[in-house]
């Protein structure tokens, strides 16, 4: 496991970052840590989580290589990534039940395949540049709490929409469209 958190660590990853495969947790979160997301980051078959919350890191997301894993929880919230958030993120992640990319500097639609993550129990993308419809949000059995404030989302919220998500517990959907 690597656990750092909150140590003041700063400058980028080192390009050797992605040779740990026997790593299961990856938390790094409140720390200085800046450039762009190791290409093969979500790659390591034992990898469980990974938080890198509250760090500097930019540009977009890469996707797992083409491999299911076992990750459970990924948060890659307070940081300033862009682009759109990618499919494979749920294609490739079939376990996944936390998923946190709020606040970062996204220009992207709520993914097409969030629904394959059948696990998803938490779902957050609060100030994170998500725009258009909610209507792939509609099959998330499992999910109990979901935030998508302060984006630009537009359309209503239907019984179709409701019923999908038995569990619901909490939703935030304000300052939107």
């Not at 696990?119 to 949000?137: C, D, I, N, P, W």
Request: hydrophobic fraction near 40%.
């Amino acid at each position: 496991d690597m656990i750092i958190d909150t140590k003041g660590l700063r400058g980028p990853l080192p390009a050797s970052f992605d040779t740990f495969s026997h790593l299961q947790y990856i938390e790094l979160q409140n720390n200085r840590i800046e450039g762009t997301l190791p290409s093969h980051i979500f790659d390591s078959p034992n990898l469980k989580r990974v938080d890198l919350y509250g760090n500097l890191f930019t540009g977009t997301i890469p996707c797992p290589a083409g491999v299911e894993n076992q990750l459970i929880e990924l948060t890659l919230a307070n940081n300033e990534l862009e682009g759109i958030v990618p499919d494979c993120l749920f294609t490739n992640m079939p376990e996944m039940t936390v998923f946190d990319m709020s606040r970062n500097l996204f220009d992207t639609p709520v993914p097409s395949t969030v629904s394959m993550a059948s696990k998803l129990t938490a779902f957050y993308m609060q100030h994170a540049g998500v725009r258009g419809s909610m209507e792939s949000l509609h099959d998330l059995g499992a999910i109990g709490n979901m935030d998508l404030s302060h984006n630009f989302l537009t359309g209503e919220i239907s019984q179709y929409f409701i019923d999908g998500m038995p569990r619901l517990y909490r939703i935030d959907l304000s300052w939107n469209q």
